[in-house]
């Protein structure tokens, strides 16, 4: 089956890049997808399972044998692991404490990738994440990196009642082995913090006219 176009989106913690992910995705009538929910379920779903996310061995153990059903219903992720759908309890906020921990283990990052890559065999998306330009659609011509000073991202975070260290997940994310958190060479940046959710869809949209899109 051939692939639908692909908009990707990376950034750092708290960078509002979800928020800027749903409104162009909206503008543009693509799915939506943030794969960040997708290493938060898993992660939610090893915790309930009595598993220390530091425990790596047992991570990759779990992940091998659990099934993962990921699809679009509605023009959103739909994600199941082992036949529970994690989704309503990622923000709790021992996943947010464990998440950075699941993500790096390979083993999570195969499986969840490859299930990324196949959703665009159903539609156009915009998906976001922390590798979505560099390793999940590194041949997508459309990208975007969001970022803001880290105090920005922190009164966010705090406003959001979530209490995890975004410069830890942010270094977490940048040194783990496979996928870390990079700008693509090729992907345009975008302050969050200098300007509004429309005034970055705006410029998203100019950007991605820009490289032959037809908008």
């Given amino acids: 089956m051939a692939l639908h176009p692909v908009v990707a989106v990376d950034g750092t913690a ?42 790596a061995a047992r991570v990759e153990a779990m992940i091998a044998a659990t099934p993962v059903e990921t699809t679009l219903r509605g023009g959103e992720l739909a994600f199941r ?15 947010n404490d464990g998440v950075s921990l699941v993500a790096k283990v390979s083993a999570v990052r195969r499986v969840l990738v490859a ?33 803001a000073d880290a105090a920005v991202r922190a009164q966010r975070r705090a406003a959001q009642g979530e ?3 975004i410069l830890q997940r942010d270094v977490i994310d940048s040194q783990r082995k496979d996928s870390p958190l990079l700008c693509a060479t090729d992907a345009a940046r975008l302050d969050s913090g200098k300007y509004r959710v429309d005034e970055m869809v705006a410029q ?5 006219a820009s490289r032959g899109f037809a908008i």
């Fill in 163 to 165: 209490r995890d260290s």
């Fill in 204 to 208: 998203a949209l100019a950007h991605l």
């Fill in 115 to 147: 299930q990324q890559q196949r959703l665009a065999e159903l539609a156009p998306l915009v998906m976001e994440g922390r590798d979505i330009g560099t390793v999940v659609f590194p041949a997508t011509p459309y990208k975007f990196f969001i970022d």
């Fill in 14 to 55: 708290a960078s509002g890049k979800s928020t800027f992910s749903r409104a162009l995705a909206e503008r543009l009538g693509f799915a939506y997808v943030s794969t960040g929910e997708m290493y938060r379920g898993v992660t939610w779903i090893v915790q309930e399972r009595g598993i220390d996310p530091q425990d």
């Fill in 81 to 95: 692991v082992g036949g529970i759908d994690p989704l309503p309890h990622v923000r709790e906020g021992r996943v």
